[in-house]
């Protein structure tokens, strides 16, 4: 069993920059790939960035070139930089890892970028 907890979310302008952390327990070593997806009010939950063993990094068609995701594999924590934010980037965000049968997902942390 895995347990996520996110931080750093929080109301920023929009060209402004935020940092999320993803603080992982239990069998962390059981976990293969990892990620942030979001949801905007209203809308589904999408994916932010995710990165594997094997395959590395992807992200989102919206947040290249501005968001960029990191692992501290040591410490048990991922990251999401994220600069130049849009509004349109208002959303929970929620931090995920598999271990390749069963996904986990931490409570969400709310970003939003005023105008």
């Known amino acids: 069993q895995v347990q996520l907890v996110e931080s750093g979310g929080g109301l920023v302008q929009s060209g402004g920059s935020l940092r999320l952390s993803c603080a992982s327990s239990?069998?962390?070593?059981?976990?293969?790939?990892m990620g942030w997806y979001r949801q905007a009010p209203g809308k589904g939950r999408e994916l932010v960035a995710a990165?594997?063993?094997?395959?590395?990094?992807n992200y989102g068609d919206s947040v290249k070139g501005r968001f960029t995701i990191s692992r501290d594999n040591a410490k048990n924590l991922m990251y999401l930089q994220m600069n130049s934010l849009k509004p349109e980037d208002t959303a929970v965000y929620y931090c995920?890892?598999?271990?390749?049968?069963?996904?986990?997902w931490g409570q969400g942390t709310q970003v939003t970028v005023s105008s």
């Open positions: 990165v594997t063993s094997r395959s590395g990094t």
């Open positions: 995920y890892a598999s271990d390749g049968f069963l996904d986990y």
């Open positions: 239990g069998s962390t070593a059981a976990i293969n790939a």
